[in-house]
């Protein structure tokens, strides 16, 4: 662990936006201030809230770092100039894929199949495997319109499948799948047993659940899947940048990192050791970024699909 520096208690607070998980932000923040010595506002919302807070205050910028669920926002304000360099002391033990020079991956999540060993159902191996009779009227899924995940999951698929995901995307909605918000209103009645499964889940919010004593196993499909990292990255006006690049320091260290796989995700650094799969032991679906343009067609066109337009 490097010494950190010395952070007089009259100083400035560093302010942090982040998008959840919530109890682990928490936890990390408090833990920096221990270690630190320095005082930590913290705000947290989804992503979606957090840009539009961010842009309010554009002529007056209050944020130090902001950690986001979603890569892509990363690269489109990096893209306006938001964001200023750093190369954290614990960047070399990050994978290329995960790393900027100007946002760095904290944690990754990635997405699956939860399924409820309870219910009366086969144990699902592939997305497909959903659109089955015996799944019919038993399986639920974020909404890509509300879920950034979601949306990554779609377009891996459409690029991995092509006009075939809409197909599948078809049977699923004919075998009774119903789309439920975000990833907490999706995984709530698989968890209570009035489900059977989700389609897309994020899996550190099932492993939690597990640990817990649900009855329910998360299954990376065969055909593969997508990983959503979360980005970590200081802002170009941040007032305390010295600050903040302790702490994006800080949450890549050994005790930052161990705070992200106590809460299910997977760290960032690949030399940490996890109760959980990594990168490496899960199959990937591509994930080229895309214009907007793409995204936004293939959202309208899940709509399509599911609501008739």
């Known amino acids: 662990m490097h010494t950190p520096v010395h952070i ?10 982040a998008a959840g ?9 408090t833990d920096f201030q221990e270690y630190s010595g320095a005082r930590v506002n913290l705000f947290q919302a989804t992503t979606g809230k957090v840009l539009a807070r961010l842009e309010a205050e554009a002529d007056n910028p209050q944020a130090d770092v902001f950690i986001s669920a979603s890569w892509d926002l990363a690269q489109e304000l990096d893209a306006r100039d938001w964001l200023q360099p750093y190369e954290s002391e614990y960047a070399e033990h990050v994978p290329a894929h995960l790393k900027t020079p100007h946002y760095i991956a904290q944690a990754v999540s990635a997405l699956g199949i939860v399924w409820n060993r309870d219910s009366d159902t086969p144990q699902p ?14 399986v639920n899924m974020p909404d890509p319109a509300s879920s950034g995940a979601s ?21 699923l909605k004919q075998n009774g799948m119903e789309i439920c918000g975000a990833n907490d209103q999706a995984l709530a009645p698989v968890l209570r047993g009035n489900k059977a499964a989700v389609f897309g889940s994020v899996d550190y919010v099932a492993y939690a659940a597990v640990e817990k004593g649900a009855p329910i196993k998360v299954i990376f ?9 979360r980005p970590m990255m200081i802002l170009k006006n941040a007032r305390q940048p010295q600050l903040a690049r302790e702490f994006i320091n800080y949450l ?58």
């Open 21 to 29: 998980p919530g109890s682990l932000m928490k936890s990390l923040v």
């Open 125 to 138: 191996n592939d997305w497909q495997d959903l659109a089955s009779p015996a799944f019919n009227g038993l």
């Open 221 to 229: 499909p065969q055909s593969g899947t997508v990983i959503v990292p």
């Open 151 to 171: 949306v990554d999951l779609l377009l891996g698929l459409k690029q991995a499948m092509g006009e075939n995901a809409w197909q599948l995307f078809a049977r």
């Open 252 to 309: 890549l260290s050994d005790d930052g990192q161990a705070g992200a796989a106590a809460a299910w995700l997977m760290p960032a650094r690949s030399d940490i050791i996890t109760r959980r799969p990594s990168i490496n032991d899960i199959r990937l679906l591509p994930q080229g970024k895309l214009s907007e343009t793409s995204r936004a067609r293939s959202l309208e066109k899940f709509s399509d699909v599911f609501f008739g337009g």
């Open 8 to 17: 007089s208690t009259t100083a400035r607070p560093l302010t942090v936006y």
